[in-house]
């Protein structure tokens, strides 16, 4: 698992230098995918082919699923899951919060995750059942806290429609809340959650490229992850919180939101 950790870490740390360097003349090379909003830059694609790469020459077998160039297959039993730049409107607009996410999965369970935020200098790391890290500390999640006093960060989706379902729960969470944070990457979300820097996350429609590494990083930082009426994370609802919060946000989000597209 070390191994693996280290590797992905490697990768991750090469990506970001990369990324943090060609940014100021590449970034603006963009172009849209699912929607108008939905962008990819020239770099999204760059740094993905160069983790396929790194990936590919340590560990030839390994299976492979990007979000720009989807899924590789292969005979091993290993699986990275690979965003090359989470975050991506953050990077376009040289906001700080974006982030180079890798997690290696090993038989369908994440075992080890990288977040590198390389604007902020930070890399986040963690091993199934040995915690999660920043630099050389160990990570917690806040505990204890219960909604009213609690700082919830989310996020939005690209489609038109989603967004109006997103916006009306907003609205409804908004009132019983600290108050909300729309941070822009749901990497760097969720180990902020990590950190103590929220202390809860809820978002519909993101993809196993957005929460792999991360969601292992704040589980083993003490917080539970997990869909609407105890399904695991999927393309509905991710949840995450200290347990408490977290069931508290279950409660208010499982009646705002049916699960409409489900
Ligand atoms: C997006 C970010 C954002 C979240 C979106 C994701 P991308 O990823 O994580 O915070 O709200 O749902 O799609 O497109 O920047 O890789």
Redesign the pocket.
Known sequence: MTDYLSLAEDIAREAGEMLLAKRPTMSRQVETKSSPT?VVTALDTASEQLIRERVRAARPGDRFLG?EGGEAPGESEVRWIV?P?????NFLYGLPDWAVSIAVEVKGEVVAGVVNVPARGEVYTAALGRGAWLGGGRLRCNTGVPLAQALVAT????FAGRREVQGEVVAKVLPRVRDIRR?????V?LCSLAAGRVDAYY?R???PW?YAAAGLIAVEAGARLGGLHGRPVGPSYALCAAPGLFEELHDLLAPLDPERDA
């Open positions: 939905d979000e965003d730049i989470d975050g991506t409107v996020g939005f989706g690209y941070g822009g990457s749901c990497a979300d978002e429609g993101i993809n957005d």
